[in-house]
């Protein structure tokens, strides 16, 4: 059994010779990460990999052409060959445990499969797949693990500390400086209280002493979430574990510390997630019957029962609606999950009430609740359909397989050792042809040496695997074809193996594609649109800048249609929510095309609401599934505005317009030409809206008219300018005014025109002036024929007096008092009513005055009165204004007269000043005298009109009537502030004059 047999003894592989067989053997069972040999037929060692080598501890030339039971006890090479005999019969694949015995006689348990290679029927050998599986690849095992476990210590992202009895930290990875902002090497020594918020620290000391004294726990050391301080003192929160560990006699404490900051968060929008999630929600004991406490509403689609019948006990999930050969792994699977304290995820069948069968897919956790108990929760949803596409999957993936690329095999004078029929075919030859041949037989000679250049490299450690580019040469012409190469030693020789496909049409395809990218991303970039692309499934994988600009920042992230409930988004009309199912980008990977517009308020990244119109369509496969969903959006933040105004300005200017009384509105473009004509005299007299809209102005009216209008209406349009102007049409007078339209942009786009009947207005001024006329004529003929006899009858009184005074008794010379009083009195009257129809006939030009100097006369003339009644005068400097001097005169004189008259009991105490307000001066005179009532207030300004009888007070009524008069040419308001007993202020406009510059005084 141990005589060794030489090489030439061995059969060829594929009809090769014994060192190729052997090299394409060793190169297909390189990825193999387990221990491999070649017997032949006579159960000797025909090739032997590294692997087993290291396992046996032999070498290569001492185990080659040596029989098996070199490194097998005789039982176990026994029953290997019982195995591998064949009976005219086909061996298949089968697996056998044995012991490997080592160089040293050590026997090493190992299971081993056997695969028999056979040709035409005939057993040609066998291919054996050795694994250890006793202690020593156990302790290579932990000896890696070891490693990993400190790489991964390292490269963890929690932080894992190591503290003895008195809480010192003696080690700690360098994750505690991302997690807490501490340097490890700061840390080490220092008490873990220092990560921890004060409240935490003395409880922790306590903990720590009372469980090394007793060994009672008072927190759950498998996990627990407490709080941390990191070094800038700020608070985190913390998922922490615990584990004790005894070294040389000494207690150490280890925790994995995690910041569980993103994953509340997390948990809180899975919260609200789950709130939506499609699928059953459920909480069941941890019972193999799986008692159900809660089953949401999605119970009876997903199984037909009522969810009320599974929480009442009248259906089990486990015994009425899981089918029973699952029931057994979904409890396994559960209860690992709870006792790693992890989630867990099963797929298994349920029966539903109709009797179908169902494939359902269960994620869910264990919880403790308030009782302490262990309960399930999780969502259970239907995956009928995707298992029934992933047997349709792994149905299409065995037909691929056994669909043959073209595989060919070159020594290393780049002959064919080997082909396939695919290859051959390719090629347009018989196999047989092939092999022997020269690779020019199939392949360029420049093609060739990159093949050579691509094995050097590879066999120079640069590369594993390389590609290249070919083109088999056939008698039809050059294919273009990508074959991927592998090197291969034969013999003393290295060679390469081939495999090759067809790409013609991917060539003609990607060269197409190539161009249309392109095109589609330099359009991508330009367009002055935003642009949104998103997966079938509505995960978001691109979108251009203008869609960053418009919302304001990159918000693109979405990895499902469930998350684009982040966005804030309304229907701009209505402003209701919209749901992600209902947003654009959900309905066009649903496969809708959205051509109308959906017209939405988002708000952006920067907290600014904008309004955007969207359009969408669903990009689709051969088939017609949807693969992806493009979105087109567009700001309209603006226009719509620009059109809320536009339309409420034409909502407001075309009601104004209709309304305009007696008269007419229009809008009119460059061309002078109405676009609009409304108003109450639209019509009659007017011409009609009909006659007007479309006209131009020049054609309208009569040339005496137009002559009136043009300039207006074109200083409007074209240069911007607001005028008016009167003009006659139809036999109408009528005062024009034309003023420009501007758009957003401040462009005039068309004049505005509003034309008022005055005719009325004009007919009663004249009438009016008419009747002023005649009213001063009148009153100063009045006045002044009244002059003659008044004089008269006090001559005739004074010449009687003076010749029969001393005739008279004391009655008589009192009556001729009364009647010479009356005579001074009436021509009093006569005066005042003269000068009072005088003041527009008779008054001087308005021109600048100074008040000061008015007042100044005035006060000069009032002196003896001023004096007499010991009257008190406070004056401010007083304004310029535009004033006739005389005039303004006879008001302070009358108004000071008045307000020392009326000053009561006390002596007068009077103030003068004055206030600018706009283009006007406020001028008062206030008193502290006897005042006014407020009905008499507006009465006192009336002509004739005495509040007080002659004896009280003396007066003709007219002194404010003509203050009035006065103050109203000047193009001012007379009026009184008083109360009774309080004084009265007389107060009265005037207009500024130019070059005043004063704001008040």
């Known amino acids: 059994m141990s005589e060794r047999v030489g090489a030439a003894d061995v059969n060829a592989w594929e009809d090769a010779d014994e060192q190729a067989a052997l090299q394409q053997f060793r190169t297909l069972v390189s990825t193999v990460d387990e221990a491999v040999c070649q017997l032949d037929t006579d159960d000797r060692f025909l090739a032997v990999d590294d692997d087993l080598l290291e396992l046996t501890g032999y070498a290569r030339d001492d185990l080659l052409g040596e029989h098996v039971s070199l490194v097998l006890s005789a039982s ?71 490693e990993q476990y400190r790489a991964l210590t390292e490269a963890a992202s929690d932080v894992i500390v190591t503290i003895d009895e008195d809480s010192t930290v003696r080690t700690v990875n360098p994750a505690v400086e991302t997690v807490f902002g501490y340097d490890p090497e700061e840390l080490v020594g220092e008490s873990l209280t220092t990560l921890m918020p004060d409240g935490l620290a003395d409880g922790h000391r306590e903990a720590l002493t009372r469980y090394l004294e007793s060994g009672d726990r008072t927190l759950d050391w498998d996990y627990v979430e407490l709080p941390g301080v990191r ?28 910041d569980v900051t993103e994953r509340r968060e997390y948990e809180r929008q899975l919260s609200t997630l789950m709130d939506n999630v499609p699928g059953m929600v459920y909480r069941c004991e941890n019972e193999r019957g799986w008692p159900m406490e809660f089953v949401s509403d999605a119970c009876e689609p997903l199984t037909g029962y009522d969810a009320d019948a599974l929480e009442r006990g009248d259906v089990s999930w486990g015994e009425d609606v899981m089918v029973d050969t699952d029931r057994q792994t979904l409890w396994e699977s559960v209860q690992q999950a709870v006792d790693e304290d992890d989630t867990f995820s099963e797929t298994y069948r349920i029966e539903t009430a109709d009797g179908d069968r169902r494939w359902v897919r269960d994620y869910g956790r264990s919880v403790r609740d308030d009782g302490n108990r262990t309960v399930i929760e999780g969502i259970i949803a239907d995956v009928t359909e995707r298992k029934e596409r992933e047997r349709e999957l792994e149905q299409y993936r065995r037909i691929v397989e056994t669909i043959g690329e073209g595989v060919y095999v070159l020594d290393g004078d780049n002959r064919f050792i080997t082909v396939n029929e695919a290859f051959a075919s390719m090629v347009g030859a018989d196999r047989e042809s092939l092999i022997g041949s020269h690779a020019s037989a199939a392949f360029r000679e420049d093609q060739i040496e990159k093949g050579d250049d691509l094995q050097r490299e590879m066999l120079e450690g640069e590369t594993d695997v390389a590609e290249l580019e070919e083109q088999l040469v056939t008698d039809d012409g050059a294919i273009p074809v990508v074959s991927r190469l592998t090197p291969l030693e034969i013999g003393d020789d290295v060679g390469r193996v081939g495999v090759v496909r067809d790409v013609t049409e991917r060539e003609r395809h990607k060269r197409e594609l190539e161009r249309h990218t392109e095109q589609l991303e330099a359009l991508f970039d330009v367009l002055p649109v935003g642009v949104v692309v998103a997966e079938a499934d509505g995960e978001i994988v691109d979108a251009n800048d203008v869609a960053h600009e418009i919302w304001g920042g990159d918000v693109f992230d979405a990895g499902s249609v469930e998350e684009y409930e982040r966005y804030t988004v309304r229907w701009a009309d209505s402003g209701d929510p919209v749901a992600p199912e209902e947003m654009t980008l959900a309905r066009v990977v649903d496969g809708e095309e959205v051509t109308d517009p959906d017209v939405l308020e988002i708000e952006a990244v920067d907290g600014e609401r904008r309004i955007v119109e969207l359009e969408g369509m669903p990009i689709r496969d051969d088939d017609g599934a949807v693969t992806r969903g493009v979105v087109t959006m567009s700001d309209v933040t603006e226009r719509r505005e620009a059109q809320r105004r536009l339309a ?27 676009t609009l004509a409304a108003g109450e005299k639209v019509g009659g007299p007017a011409p009609s809206a009909e006659e007007v809209e479309g006209t131009r102005m020049p054609d309208l009216y009569p040339d005496d008219a137009v002559a009136d209008l043009e300039p207006l209406f074109r200083a409007a349009i074209e240069d911007g300018e607001t005028g008016t102007t009167q003009t006659t049409v139809v036999g109408r007078h009528w005062k024009v005014w034309a003023t420009p339209l501007r758009g957003p942009d401040g462009e005039i786009y068309a004049g505005l025109s509003y034309a008022q009947d005055i005719t009325e207005r004009i007919e009663r001024e004249r009438r009016l002036e008419e009747s002023n006329e005649r009213l001063q004529q009148f009153a100063y003929a009045a006045s002044h024929d009244l002059q003659e006899p008044l004089r008269m009858v006090s001559s005739y009184l004074q010449l009687l007096e003076n010749r029969y005074g001393d005739d008279l008794d004391d009655d008589g010379k009192e009556f001729i008092e009364f009647a010479v009083d009356g005579a001074e009195r009436m021509k009093a009257m006569i005066d005042g009513l003269l000068a009072y129809s005088r003041v527009d006939s008779r008054g001087e030009p308005l021109e600048p005055v100074e008040l000061d100097d008015v007042l100044a006369d005035v006060l000069a003339d009032l002196q003896f009165t001023i004096e007499e009644h010991d009257a008190d005068i406070a004056r401010e400097p007083l304004p310029r204004v535009e004033g006739d001097a005389d005039q303004l005169r006879q008001v302070f004189q009358n108004l000071l007269d008045n307000a020392i008259e009326y000053s009561g009991d006390e002596p007068p105490r009077i103030d003068v000043g004055a206030e600018r307000r706009g283009e006007k001066w406020v001028i008062s005179v206030a008193d502290e005298g006897i005042g006014l009532e407020p009905e008499d207030q507006e009465r006192i300004f009336d002509i004739f009109q005495r509040l007080h009888s002659r004896d009280e007070h003396a007066g003709t009524g007219i002194g404010l009537a003509l203050c009035e008069r006065i103050v109203e040419r000047h193009d001012g308001e007379l009026w009184v502030e008083s109360a009774p007993g309080e004084g009265s202020t007389f107060s009265f406009t005037l207009p500024v004059a130019d070059g005043d510059e004063r704001e008040q005084n």
């Open 76 to 146: 176990d090479t026994e029953r290997l060959e019982d195995r591998l005999a064949t009976d005219d019969r086909p061996v298949e694949p089968f697996d056998l445990e044995l012991a490997v015995h080592t160089a040293e006689g050590d026997p090493n348990p190992c299971a081993v499969r056997v695969g028999p290679l056979t040709d035409d029927g005939e057993l040609q050998g066998a291919i054996a797949v050795v694994q250890d599986v006793g202690e020593r690849r156990q302790h290579r095992q932990r000896d890696r693990e070891l």
């Open 231 to 258: 070094a800038d003192g700020s608070e985190i929160p913390l998922g922490v574990s615990f584990s004790e560990v005894e070294y040389g006699g000494e207690r150490y404490f280890t925790g994995i510390v995690r």
């Open 648 to 674: 409420e300005s034409e909502r407001l200017h075309r009601t104004l317009a209709e309304r305009f009384p007696n008269g007419t509105v229009g809008v009119y473009d460059h061309d002078l030409r109405y």
